[in-house]
């Protein structure tokens, strides 16, 4: 996570679901952005300032955010367009977006939906829409057209956390940096000054 300049510094969190994320910050005010009433009281027993609204229409200032993260969220919406937009004109200028979210391919529909959504301890059935994913090049164009430029990782699970969350179904399951874009993939980018 970048580290603020100065403290009181705000990241928005797209997509906060309970607050996991707020274990990680510090030195920022983090407010939560989700849909769900019952994860932003969660959230909010973490520090989070929860807030209850769609990623389509943020309820914050121009450039009131010095970080913007989107985790496992864009995977999830069907205007992306639109949401991008407004991640990036709720960063200020020379602030950092920090995304992950799944590939659009053959793989990615195969081993994360087919195959993962039947695996126990694996997401919910149904909770992915393939038709929904995102290929890095089509999301790189979504950001440049807003003036971020977003580098683009791999992501894959650790096979030995996965193996232990398996087995004990509580242990943090660690998301491995790869060359591999072929499922998962993390994308991040500072939204230039101009």
């Not at 829409?129 to 164009?141: D, E, G, H, Y």
């Not at 969350?165 to 790869?178: I, K, Q, S």
Request: include cysteine; charge should be positive; charged fraction near 20%.
């Amino acid at each position: 996570m970048p580290t603020p300049d100065r403290d009181g510094t705000v990241l928005v969190d797209v997509g906060c679901g309970g607050g996991l994320l707020a274990d990680h910050i510090a030195n920022h005010t983090h407010v939560g952005i989700d849909l769900t009433w019952s994860a932003l009281a969660t959230a909010r027993r973490h520090g989070v300032v929860p807030v209850c609204a769609d990623a389509a229409r943020l309820p914050l200032v121009d450039g009131s955010a010095s970080v913007v993260v989107a985790g496992e969220v864009l995977e999830h919406v069907t205007d992306l367009p639109g949401v991008v937009a407004e991640l990036c004109r709720v960063l200020s200028p020379g602030g950092t977006v920090i995304i992950d979210t799944i590939n659009d391919t053959w793989a990615a529909r195969f081993l994360l939906v087919t195959i993962a959504e039947r695996l126990p301890g694996g997401p919910p059935p149904r909770i992915h829409n393939p038709a929904l994913f995102v290929s890095p090049q089509r999301l790189q164009a979504e950001f440049a057209r807003h003036g971020v430029d977003l580098a683009v990782r791999g992501l894959r699970p650790s096979a030995r956390d996965y193996a232990r969350f398996l087995r004990h179904r509580r242990r943090p399951v660690r998301m491995l940096t790869t060359r591999s874009l072929a499922l998962v993939y993390r994308g991040v980018g500072r939204k230039s000054l101009a």
